[in-house]
């Protein structure tokens, strides 16, 4: 486009035809007229969209969204809990602390007013988020406990997998109560069904065991992964499970009762796991179409379940991507990583 001289009071309608005038091209009818190219179209009610957040002193082994949205749940290695406004400039607006080892993975309740952890300390912890304390301390594990998973609906039932080769099943309303699936070997994932009568959990044994909870027994098994399951997620719906593997494969398999025989339904790639072999976790977008995973080479994935396409290869962190989440009700996703930092960023709708 031509430099104007302002002086002479050009207009610059004549130099942008009303035909090929983009939507982001604003006009301003003044004595001094200039047209003003903004950025990309945002997606989001981000202050902008990049948000780095940064206050761990140590590696983030998990993240999560509240279920409303409005604020972000993080822990790792530091042993604390932090909570982040997720709107604004994304302040810290409280910390919790409790556990005596690295915290491995929490997640909120369904109503958003609980956290539930795991920490190598042995214990789980279930926090108050509005009161900002731990209301339980679950004991049982024997050893590093890996994984926490709650269920979605109903009594408040948490499942926990550990390196000491058992699978828990905790009510929390009932003081010293807990029942034990045990496994062959050490136990690094774990999640309910949608309904909670099964608990899918994954190991160093590289199979993903299905467990019926009226049996006590594995249901069935899902193989396929040739290196340790480092995260499983269930697919909102609850029909599918995703898992992330140190083979450096994702996958997605059919959990419904009747399903063929052959349960893995896709593979995705493209992420990688390497010598740290941290537990990088896994997840599906609300509406299903998008999964992400964590990655040891420092970027953020996105892949789209129709195609299997890396959508988004995210750059910025320095250390691997342990976990990852997308925003309840927004485009926007959340990655957090050994570098100690928490990336905000939009994407397309």
């Known amino acids: 486009m031509p430099i104007l001289d302002k002086r002479k009071g050009d207009d610059i309608l004549a130099l942008v035809p009303a035909s090929k005038r983009t939507k982001n091209e604003v006009v301003f009818s003044s ?24 206050g761990h002193q140590g590696d983030i082994f998990s993240i999560e969204f509240h279920p409303e949205g409005q604020y972000l749940a993080s822990t790792g290695f530091d042993r604390q809990i932090f909570i982040w406004n997720v ?10 602390t409790g556990h005596s080892g690295a915290v491995m993975e929490l997640h909120f309740s369904p109503d958003g007013n609980h956290l539930y ?15 900002g304390t731990r209301i339980k301390k679950l004991k049982g594990h024997t ?33 010293g109560q807990c029942y034990t699936l045990n496994n062959t ?18 190991g160093i044994d590289n199979d993903i065991k299905v467990w019926d909870l009226r049996k006590n027994a594995v249901l ?28 450096n494969t994702l996958k997605i398999w059919d959990v419904r009762p009747f399903a063929p025989y052959e349960r893995c339904v896709k593979i995705l790639s493209g992420h990688q796991h390497n010598f740290e072999k941290n537990l990088l976790r896994c997840a599906w977008s609300p509406d299903g179409s998008k999964v992400s995973a ?15 396409r890396i959508l988004y290869k995210l750059p910025g ?17 959340c990655s957090g990583s050994s570098d100690k930092q928490i990336y905000l960023g939009e994407i397309e709708t």
């Open 185 to 202: 070997y050490q136990v690094t994932a774990v999640t309910f069904n949608d309904t909670a009568e099964q608990v899918i959990s994954g």
């Open 31 to 54: 004595r001094e007229k200039a047209v003003v190219q903004s950025g990309p179209p945002r997606t989001s009610s981000l202050m902008s969209m990049i948000m780095l957040l940064e």
């Open 220 to 247: 069935y098994k899902l193989k396929g992964h040739t290196d340790t399951i480092t995260g499983l997620s269930l697919s909102p719906d609850g029909s599918y499970i995703l898992s992330n593997a140190m083979d």
């Open 87 to 96: 709107y604004g400039e994304c302040e810290n607006i409280g910390i919790m």
């Open 117 to 131: 952890t795991a920490s190598t300390d042995m214990t789980l912890g279930l926090w108050d988020i509005i009161a």
């Open 143 to 175: 050893s590093f406990v890996n994984s926490v998973s709650g269920a979605r609906r109903g009594p408040t039932l948490l499942c926990s997998g550990s390196d000491d080769s058992t699978i828990r099943i905790w009510d929390p309303r009932k003081r």
């Open 294 to 308: 964590g990655s040891s080479d420092r970027f953020h994935y996105i892949w789209d379940t129709t195609s299997r």
């Open 317 to 333: 962190h320095n250390g691997s991507v342990n976990d990852i989440d997308f925003h309840p009700k927004e485009p926007i996703v």
